[in-house]
C-alpha cells in the first residue's frame, strides 16, 4: 500500500471511531521523517484506545500492515502509530493545542479528508 493510500485509510478508520479534527499532512518535501502525518484527536483516554485499535487491528486484519513501533502507552493523552512512512498521531484536546503539529509543519500541503457519510446521512 502506498504511503499515501495508507494515511487516507487511517483517517477513515479513525472517523470509523468518531475521531475529532482529522488531519493529513504531506511532508515529503519537507523532511525524512515521514510521507504523511495524520492527525486526530480524541475526547478522552477510552476513545484515543478505541481509535488507536481500530487503526492497528483493521489494517492487520484487511492489509497485513501492522505499525513498525507504537509510543504511547494503554493510558496516555498522546500515542504514535509508526508505519515509517506514515506517522499517526491520536492526541487529546490539550496535548495537541500544546504541542500543535500543524503549526510546528506549518509549510506542509494538507490533504483533503472528508469524513464518510452514513447511509443515513447519505439519504438526506
Excluded at 521523517?33 to 492527525?39: K, L, P
Excluded at 478522552?44 to 497485513?64: F, G, M, S, W, Y
Excluded at 513501533?69 to 494503554?74: F, I, Q, S, V, Y
Aim: with cysteine; net charge negative; aromatic share 8%.
Amino acid at each position: 500500500m502506498e504511503s499515501k493510500e495508507l494515511a487516507l485509510t487511517c483517517a477513515r478508520l479513525a472517523d470509523n471511531k468518531k475521531a475529532e479534527n482529522i488531519t493529513l499532512l504531506d511532508l515529503r518535501e519537507l523532511s525524512s521523517v515521514a510521507d504523511f502525518f495524520v492527525i486526530v484527536t480524541g475526547t478522552n483516554e477510552p476513545h484515543l484506545r478505541a481509535i488507536v485499535d481500530e487503526i492497528t487491528e483493521k489494517l492487520r486484519e484487511q492489509h497485513d500492515t501492522r505499525p513498525f513501533a507504537t509510543d504511547g502507552a494503554r493510558v496516555t493523552p498522546w500515542v504514535v502509530l509508526d508505519f515509517i512512512d506514515v506517522l499517526v498521531h491520536v492526541m487529546n484536546d490539550k496535548f495537541r493545542e500544546l504541542y500543535d503539529l500543524e503549526g510546528l509543519w506549518g509549510d506542509a500541503k494538507r490533504i483533503a479528508f472528508e469524513p464518510e457519510l452514513s447511509p443515513v446521512a447519505a439519504q438526506a
